[in-house]
């Protein structure tokens, strides 16, 4: 791979659209995305989402936000507008929970409140909810009645639909057994996938080829040379 390849791979920064049309489903995040979908019909008033990085937690999250109009809150920085919007019995979500990261006092609060005035509450977390070094005692009991679904990394199936969608997006034509050879290849998350698209394209426009079998195998070795350099 010549230097301007290689810098084609630092170009390139990651989006993509978070919207229900975009999300594939399998059997690695069907229980989360029926749950999801099943609001406000919910087993109880808060439900934690817990999966590793990359697999889809954000996108579900923004789906159920915009299906319940839901606050989003900073797990980091509760305030007393989220505390307000929870009396109100309007939905919060809590997006990327980490252990520690947050008021324990202020999340009780919300979770009373939003179990009080009939609200919703969603959280997602890289971490399942005993790991998230609760010390008191009356949140911990809160967090371990809410409804917790695991979504699992995303599987070769879920990769393969979301690249093959992300081509066509880009109205570009790429053999299945091409897109099954890199997905097999990379790693296992969402933004990865999005990034060896975004790469692989903005490179086929630049030398004008077409994103065969070996063009993107010279792409996936720089990938697997450098996964401590690449933010994917």
Request: glycine share 6%; net charge negative.
């Amino acid at each position: 791979m010549t230097d301007t390849d290689s810098q084609l791979l630092l170009d390139i920064g990651l989006s993509g659209s978070m919207s229900r049309d975009d999300l594939i489903v399998t059997r690695s995040n069907r229980e989360a995305v029926l749950l999801i979908e099943s609001w406000p019909n919910w087993p109880g008033p808060a439900v934690v989402l817990a999966g590793p990085p990359g697999s889809g937690k954000t996108h579900l999250a923004t789906i159920w936000r915009d299906l319940a109009d839901a606050r989003a809150c900073d797990p980091n920085k509760l305030s007393a507008d989220d505390l307000d919007a929870a009396q109100a019995g309007k939905a919060l979500l809590l997006d990327g929970v980490e252990p520690g990261g947050f008021d324990e006092n202020a999340l009780f609060h919300i979770m009373n409140a939003v179990r009080a005035n009939g609200g919703s509450l969603l959280m997602t977390s890289a971490h399942w909810p005993g790991a998230w070094r609760v010390e008191t005692p009356d949140l911990r009991s809160r967090i371990q009645a809410a409804t917790t679904v695991e979504i699992a990394e995303p599987d070769d199936e879920l990769l393969v639909g979301v690249m093959t969608k992300l081509f066509a997006d880009r109205q570009i034509a790429v053999d299945a057994s091409v897109i099954s050879y890199i997905a097999g290849r990379i790693e296992r998350s969402l933004a990865s996938a999005r990034a060896i698209v975004e790469r692989l394209d903005k490179a086929s426009l630049a030398r004008k080829a077409k994103i065969t079998r070996a063009f993107a195998a010279a792409f996936v070795r720089e990938y697997d040379n450098n996964q401590n350099e690449f933010d994917f």
